[in-house]
């Protein structure tokens, strides 16, 4: 109705454009686009662009060492020296070997994780902890593994804990005389049982050579005089203290022999040597008097 | 009649989802403003713990965060006439008030006062199915009363069901539940021209906004001026705006009639740059600062200067005594309350309980107005400032704005309207399944 001319009263009205433009800018989505998401990826995009540089990326990194090294060093952060608890000396003193840090060193520096794997490698050692003591003292607690028996494999000799892992080696077996001899393929896997029988053939002890796994399945002990007392797959304690009562009984072992089969817990069987057999025969036919036989 | 229900749906159903999301806009499409009015929704009211009401008597559940007002453009007597010109003023409005809300509007509720508003009251009657009335025996009733050709072609603003009638007993206002065998109701029917509606809702759509209601200015004045009690027992409103005065007559808290008159405040102010030959401005400005309609001796000694900057001295020179422009304006202020007085005797007001008549709008600003129109329209004659609203600035909390209140307080608290009862069966043709269901289900 009322025109405005070009010479008269600007136009109050906003452009169609100018209108959109408004409630474009307020809708909350696009302002927060532009309030956070913009800004944000500017910054980003700017410091990108920066860090781009090689020398600039270089002594970027250079300083960012320095920053590091500077707290690393601060005294607070400083280990000194080593303490090791629960090993005998000999294991102390493998592990001072091969320990990979020199004294005095950052904490930061100190990869505790690579370190306690390292110790655990050890043969000697079961499982290892470390930790730093408030002081400056890096504290490592070993539990150590025992030698509970001798494992010949050939012609090679190791002590090994009731797992069966390997704990030293040996380069005779009188090194270690007090622990029992185990001999054969998967000897290892059954040490726990090994080591009971041979706590009941302590009887037999002077004449205990050693223990023989066959098949991967049952023990064989062997005495001195090439005697062998066959143990069953189970039960194998039992058919021991069978054979020690027997021995007791009736001096069982201390005949001529070849061994004593106890596979069959039930029929315990007697496996005579030449000789012996030979002399049985003998006695039977003065019994019966053919003297002449 | 089905056509109706659909869009009157839609708008519900968009005015309750930009409810839900928060913020509305309210625009007053008149002849001389353009006023927008941002509202936030945030959630339920505060009710006080003694008493149970709240504090704005059930209107704070709103708060109006951007008002706006701006001078109107291409429109004439309440009707869209340059569709490009009116767009510009409601995006000026609009651009305004979201500046000062700081959010933007994707819903508008608008109000306008042109397109001949009419009023036809309907009447039907309905047998009851059961002895007990039902929500679908009210949607029946709504559906047996009888529409007017005349009104089946206008585009239907308001239909209000303001009464209902069971056998014998009349003034139900909510009849479910009753016991009794006919059900009667009557309605209140408002419709405008369609043109004029449809020009509303495409200069809305131009300014990227969903229309999501529409209302009568004269019922949105209503609903802001009146006090409870004037609403319950009888009272018109008269909303004076610039190019059309629109009148709106309440009892029992429904509006019954609602009229217009074709002249306003803008009339007057073409009457004084006709008989004084200043701009139109100018004398929009004289009618403002110096306007009035009852005189007295010292007016005669008050000179109005009509300078208006030409550089003509011959023109820049003139003075009007105030009595001159008193004797332009009156005559033109008593034929809009005498055409008032008409509409009203038509439409039988004396014989409500209470006659009360509330004037409002930015004509009824003019000095000496009280003293007039009793003289027309009757003792009971106040001048009606509408409510006041949570968040509403002082500029926009006077007469002029009363419609404006109004529509806020349309777009919080809706009234029933013929659309949100159920629509009956007999609407329902195309589904033939539910009607088979529904009838199995009412029969047994």
């Given at each position: ?23 474009l ?89 690579r ?19 408030p ?19 050939g012609d ?33 896997t ?20 050693g ?28 058919a021991?203290?069978?054979v ?33 057999v ?16 | ?14 005015r ?29 009211e505060?009710?006080s ?8 008597a059930?209107?704070s ?19 869209i ?20 809300a ?11 006062s ?50 209902f ?8 206002s ?33 300014c990227?906004?969903?229309?999501s ?5 004269a ?79 010292k ?24 009595s ?6 009156r ?15 038509i ?21 000496g107005?009280q ?49 949100d ?22 029969n047994?």
């Amino acid at each position: 109705m009322r025109k405005m001319t070009a010479e008269g009263r600007r136009d109050p009205a906003p452009s169609l454009i100018a209108y959109r433009m408004q409630r474009l800018w307020l809708t909350p989505s696009f302002q927060f686009a532009i309030k956070a998401v913009l800004p944000a990826a500017a910054v980003a995009l700017l410091a990108n662009w920066y860090i781009d540089g090689e020398a600039i990326r270089r002594t970027l990194n250079a300083d960012i060492k320095d920053i590091r090294r500077f707290v690393a060093e601060r005294p607070e952060f400083m280990v000194r020296s080593l303490s090791i608890e629960g090993a005998g000396g000999q294991l102390e003193g493998a592990i001072r070997d091969i320990f990979p840090i020199e004294f005095p060193a950052s904490t930061f520096d100190l990869e505790l994780d690579r370190i306690q794997s390292l110790i655990e490698d050890l043969d000697s050692v079961a499982s290892a902890e470390l930790y730093i003591h408030p002081g400056d003292v890096l504290h490592i607690a070993v539990n150590e593994r025992i030698p509970v028996a001798v494992w010949r494999v050939g012609d090679a000799l190791m002590a090994i804990d009731d797992e069966g892992s390997r704990v030293a080696a040996l380069s005779r077996r009188a090194e270690r005389a007090d622990l029992p001899l185990l001999v054969g393929e998967g000897a290892d896997t059954a040490v726990p049982e090994a080591l009971a029988i041979a706590a009941a053939a302590e009887p037999l002890k002077a004449r205990l050579r050693g223990l023989v796994r066959v098949g991967q399945r049952r023990w064989d002990a062997v005495l001195d005089r090439d005697q062998r007392i066959m143990l069953p797959e189970t039960d194998a304690v039992t058919a021991m203290e069978i054979v020690i009562a027997f021995d007791h009984a009736q001096n069982l072992l201390s005949r001529d022999l070849g061994a004593v089969d106890m596979r069959n817990p039930r029929r315990p069987t007697v496996r005579m040597r030449a000789g012996a057999v030979d002399e049985l025969r003998r006695i039977r036919a003065l019994e019966i008097g053919g003297a002449d036989l | 009649m089905r056509q109706l229900y659909e869009s009157q749906r839609v708008m519900r159903n968009m005015r309750r989802s930009a409810m839900q999301r928060g913020v509305v806009a309210i625009i007053d499409v008149g002849t001389f403003k353009v006023a927008c009015l941002m509202l936030r929704f945030d959630g339920r009211e505060r009710r006080s713990e003694v008493d149970g009401v709240s504090s704005m008597a059930g209107q704070s559940a709103f708060r109006v965060v951007g008002a706006a007002c701006t001078q109107s453009r291409g429109v004439r007597l309440g009707e869209i006439e340059t569709m490009n010109e009116t767009e510009r003023a409601i995006r000026t409005a609009v651009q305004s008030a979201q500046k000062m809300a700081r959010v933007r509007a994707d819903h508008a509720i608008a109000c306008f006062s042109g397109a001949t508003p009419r009023s036809f009251g309907l009447t039907g009657t309905v047998n009851l199915t059961d002895i007990e009335v039902t929500e679908h025996d009210l949607a029946r009733v709504l559906a047996a009363c009888e529409v007017p050709d005349e009104a089946a072609e206008a585009e239907v603003l308001h239909a209000q069901p303001v009464n209902f009638a069971l056998d014998y007993r009349t003034g139900l206002s909510d009849p479910r539940g009753q016991m009794g065998k006919r059900l009667a109701c009557d309605m209140h029917l408002l419709a405008v021209d369609p043109d004029p509606v449809r020009n509303l809702v495409h200069c809305i759509k131009r300014c990227d906004m969903e229309l999501s209601g529409i209302a009568s200015s004269a019922y949105a004045s209503g609903l802001s001026c009146l006090v409870e009690d004037e609403r319950e027992l009888g009272a018109a409103c008269v909303d004076m705006g610039g190019g059309v005065t629109s009148i709106s007559v309440f009892m029992k808290k429904h509006m019954i009639y609602a009229d217009s008159v074709p002249i306003g405040g803008d009339y007057v102010s073409q009457d004084i740059a006709m008989g004084l030959k200043i701009p139109a401005t100018t004398a929009e400005r004289i009618k403002t600062f110096s306007g009035g309609v009852v005189a007295i001796g010292k007016d005669d000694r008050q000179m109005i200067s009509l300078a208006d900057g030409s550089g003509d001295r011959e023109k820049d020179d003139r003075v009007v005594s105030r009595s001159e422009l008193i004797g332009i304006i009156r005559p033109r202020i008593e034929e809009i309350l005498e055409e008032v007085r008409k509409r009203l005797d038509i439409a039988g007001f004396e014989q409500l309980p209470s006659q009360q008549i509330v004037l409002t709008g930015g004509a009824s600003l003019i000095t000496g107005l009280q003293d007039l129109a009793p003289r027309i329209l009757g003792n009971q004659v106040r001048i009606g400032m509408p409510l006041r609203v949570r968040g509403l600035p002082q500029a926009a909390s006077g007469p002029a704005f009363s419609s404006s209140v109004g529509l806020c307080l349309f777009a919080a608290h809706p009234q029933d309207e013929w659309w949100d009862f159920q629509s009956p069966t007999e609407l329902r043709a195309r589904k033939p399944l539910s009607r088979a269901v529904r009838w199995v289900r009412e029969n047994w």
